[in-house]
Structures are given as C-alpha cells and as structure tokens.
C-alpha cells in the first residue's frame, strides 16, 4: 500500500535543500516560481535538473521554449523567494530587482549567489512532475553569504556546527603591560611557552610571534613570523602582503571596527580586497563601541563565505561583559581564530576564559591553561590589582 501525500511530504520536509527561482520568458513576457527540487547531474557535459509540476503554468512555458534560469537565493533573500512562491501577481514579482538575460534570454537574478542560464536538453516524465535536465550554457556567483534553506516547509539558514579546535594569539598583553611600564620578555615567553602566537614590539625585529606595522619598510619578525598590518586601502593592502612573503613571513590584514552596523558594505569591501593581496588571514577588530551577538553574527555571515580559504580571525573585547557571548556567536558563524590577552586585561578577551568556554563546548584548544594560569596569576602580583579574568585562580580553571 501507497503511503499517502501527506507523510510522504512531512517525511521528504526533513531533507533541508537551497531555495531557487526557476524563470522563464514566453515571447517578451518573463514568468519564474520558486522551487527547491533543483539538482546538479553531470560536470561534463555541465548539467542540472529541476522538477516542476505539471499543473503549473511555469512547466507549460518551459516544455514551450525550451529554456530555463535558475538563481539560487542568500539568507536575506527570503522575502524575494515568497514573492515568486505566490505572494505577488507574475508580473510584480520581477519589479525592484536587478535582472541579467546572459544566453537564452531567461531572466536570472543578478545578485543571486549563483545564477545558471539552461537549454532543455531532455524531460521526462516523473509522476505528477516532469524532471527537466538543462545544459548550462552561462554561469556566475556575484556575491558570497549564506545561503537560504528550506526545511521541514519553513526557510531559515544553515546551522550552527561547532568547530573542533581554535587557535589563538595574545595580541593585546604586549601593549597592555607597556602601558603601565612593566617588563615584558618573561610574560610573553610565558604565554608563548603555553603554545599563544604573541605579539612583540616593533623594535623586537627577529622574534618570534606577530609585529604590527604601518609600512612596508618596517622591521620585519624572522622567517616563519606574522606581520599584521591595518587594512586603509587596496594598495595598502598590496603592499604589505608582498613584504609579508618576502620577509617569509605570514600576512594578517586587519579590518577596523568591523562589527559596526553602519561600516558594514565598507568591511565587506575591506575583505575582499585583503582576499586578492593574498593575506593568510583576515583579522576583524571590533570598535570602540561595543559588538552585540547580533551585529557579530550579521558580520560573519557574509564574511566568513567572503573570505572563502582564507581563515577569518576576530579580536573582540570584554567591556560590556558580552565577550564570550560575542566568541560563541563568532565560532557558530565559522570563526576559528581568536585574538585574545592574558588575564583580560584592558577589556581583552581573556585567552584562559575563552579556552574555559571551548572546553565546556567539546572544542579542543592550542594552550597548556595550567601554564596559562600560572602566567596570569604572576601577571596580577605584578600589576598589584585582580585581573578581570574569571579563570586564572586555582580551582576555577577549566578541567
């Protein structure tokens, strides 16, 4: 016996898929739906399949001229996808949006995060649909973000894995300790003895760890170093990233105030250009005014696909008490790399808080913490104040 339509489709629901536009043109008229029953087949020749109904108007069009778009939607396109799924009249739907007709004169979306411009090449029947195979005769990706997916009949985004390990580096100790004029050799060696990347001074050239520097003329760490360097502009970026291989060292581009709202396009921007100096990583600094879970996680969403292979580290701080709220989001979104400093100091991220908080989480971390804490613990005899972390003391680390 059959089962019937409706667990077969409550079932078929816990398969999450992409959503796309499925468009085609009649004459001059352009019509599209929303679909998720899309597919790749083969690479070579390069080939996708989409299954339609047959009841729908968009399938008679199709079987009449032969051609399809397909454009797959990003994470904040959910309202364009209700729009084609029946919200709006067929002509309504296409208004407000920018349209490319590449090859077969199908309209494909022109800020989709992939878009594929098809020639039927064969149909078969498939029950109360019609699988239609498409030769792909054009393609792109014009932007990078999550995508939009469909599951169990509702849209939403991708989900939240956990990272198996993260890496850190103290980039803030070194400043922190010159500020109030202690010495700095043995915490640093002490912190890199617990296996933290740490960050020296400009006139430490040769040591080990990561130096920040204004141009390429600066003094450069030995082969195998880090040079950071602020992102101002394209040939900035250029520039210091062609120093960085030259010296034999690592290249980081930071992006400044990267979590504010409102500099949004302006970091999207400051990315992909670190992407095309070819920087080893893209460091992401929060601002003066305090980051939110929300603003982090809005931020990574496109930057994290953005940077593609390049590893995306953030420096976040502790002031208003949302700096591991602010890690939990940053390593949900992809986040690997963490900026920290020893003992929380000057509103860092504490290194032994957040290594306490990826313990709890199953997340293995680079650092020995017994070390670590040891090196906290000699860090605020000689600062004569208790530090802001909240697990250096013994009996407070995490196990």
């Known amino acids: ?5 409706e667990t077969f489709k409550s079932v078929l629901g816990q398969w999450p898929t992409g959503v796309v536009l499925v468009t085609t043109v009649a004459g001059d008229v352009w019509h599209g739906m929303t679909a998720s029953s899309f597919s790749s087949v083969s690479l070579d020749p390069p080939l996708v399949l989409v299954c339609l109904d047959t009841r729908l108007y968009s399938h008679r069009l199709i079987s009449d001229s032969g051609r399809f778009g397909i454009s797959i939607l990003g994470r904040d396109q959910a309202e364009l996808g209700l729009r084609f799924a029946g919200r709006l009249s067929p002509a309504e739907r296409f208004e407000g ?7 077969t004169g199908a309209p494909v979306l022109a800020n989709a995060l992939g878009w594929l411009d098809c020639r039927v090449a064969h149909a078969y029947p498939g029950g109360d649909h019609t699988i239609f ?46 500020r109030r004029g202690l010495e700095a050799g043995p915490l640093l060696g002490a912190v890199r003895d617990a296996g933290v990347r740490t960050r020296v001074r400009e006139d430490e050239p040769g040591k080990a760890g990561s130096v920040l520097l204004d141009s390429p003329a600066g003094p450069a760490p030995g082969p195998g170093g880090v040079i950071e360097f602020r992102h101002r502009d394209a040939g900035t970026a250029e520039s210091m990233a062609a120093a960085a291989r030259a010296a034999g060292c690592a290249a980081v581009g930071r992006v400044p105030d990267a979590f504010s709202p409102d500099r949004r396009e302006e970091t999207l921007t400051a990315i992909g250009e670190l992407v095309s100096a070819g920087c080893d990583e893209i460091a992401l600094d929060e601002g003066d005014e305090p980051a939110s879970p929300l603003s982090v996680r809005e931020i990574l969403c496109d930057a994290v696909p953005l940077a593609g292979e390049v590893p995306v580290r953030v420096r976040l701080t502790d002031r208003a008490g949302l700096g591991l709220a602010n890690a939990l989001t940053a390593m949900k979104s992809g986040v690997r790399h963490f900026d920290v400093t020893l003992g929380g100091l000057d509103d860092g ?27 906290a613990a000699e860090l605020e005899t000689a600062c004569g104040t208790p530090l802001p972390s909240r697990t250096h003391r013994p009996g407070r680390t995490a196990s």
């Open 1 to 5: 016996m059959a089962v019937d339509a």
């Open 133 to 178: 195979v498409g030769e792909v005769l054009a393609a792109d990706t014009p932007r990078a973000t999550g995508p939009l997916l469909f599951h169990s009949r509702n849209w939403g985004q991708l989900a939240d894995p956990l990272p198996d390990r993260i890496a850190l580096a103290d980039t803030g100790l070194a400043e922190a300790l010159e």
């Open 97 to 103: 949006q920018e349209w490319l007709t590449p090859e």
């Open 349 to 375: 991220l504490c290194s032994l808080d957040l290594l306490f908080l990826a313990s709890r989480l199953g997340v293995d971390g680079p650092a020995d913490r017994d070390a670590l804490a040891a090196a």
